[in-house]
């Protein structure tokens, strides 16, 4: 098993509705919990951390941690076409800081 | 300067050369990562440094690959006899190193094995 899995997609989603982005790990020792979003030819950006359980908002995106079930998803609201963009979910080791990628959800805003 | 630098920004190199990778990360940052991304893939770990201590090689795929950061700061990554399948794009990333704190990315070495 992966340890960090998500759906390559790509995930096509109408402009203003909302776009579910999700990952599972492996790892329950696992404590910091990342959403990078990487453009074509581009390097990664961050765009949401996460520690505790439950959901964390800022501005359009939302994100939620569930431990118990190794379960974190990214939701973006009024999806815009400038959304369009691989998102990546990061997690780091629960032994030491080594941060792991899954291999990221393309997501397509559609005009 | 403000963020990570990477250099050189593209490199060819044919099969058997050795070749040598440079991230300068940002000031203060304790933590640095290498990683390796192929086409249409999430980044693969390959190693990490906390100042110049070598914590995690796990992800290095062969005895060719060698990483460095002598004094805590600047990482050479270096390939030796290179391979088509080292044909990839290669991120360095930095952080505090404090617990938790999240990975800023360089804008990466693509490095092409002809």
């Known amino acids: 098993q992966k340890e960090v899995e998500q759906n390559s997609g790509p995930l096509s989603v109408p402009e203003g509705a909302i776009a579910s982005l999700n990952c599972t790990y492996s790892?329950?020792?696992?404590?910091?919990f990342f959403w990078y979003r990487q453009y074509s030819g581009k390097s990664p950006e961050l765009i949401m951390s996460i520690y505790s359980n439950g959901d964390k908002e800022d501005g359009r995106f939302t994100a939620q941690l569930n431990k118990a079930s190794q379960y974190v998803s990214l939701l973006i609201r009024d999806s815009q076409p400038s959304d369009s963009a691989t998102y990546l979910c990061?997690?780091?080791?629960?032994?030491?800081?080594?941060?792991?990628f899954g291999k990221g959800t393309r997501l397509h805003i559609l005009p | 300067g403000a963020g990570v630098s990477q250099s050189p920004r593209y490199k060819v190199a044919k099969r058997g050369q050795d070749v040598a990778l440079r991230c300068d990360p940002i000031s203060g940052h304790v933590s640095l990562f290498w990683y390796q991304q192929a086409l249409g893939q999430g980044p693969e770990f390959l190693t990490y440094f906390q100042n110049e201590a070598q914590l995690d090689k796990s992800g290095l795929p062969s005895d060719r690959f060698f990483a460095e950061r002598p004094e805590g700061s600047v990482s050479t990554l270096k390939i030796q006899r290179t391979q088509q399948e080292d044909s990839a794009v290669y991120l360095c990333a930095s952080s505090f190193g404090l617990d938790g704190s999240p990975l800023h990315f360089g804008n990466g070495t693509r490095l092409t094995v002809t």
């Open positions: 790892d329950r020792g696992s404590q910091s």
């Open positions: 990061a997690v780091n080791s629960g032994r030491d800081d080594k941060i792991i």
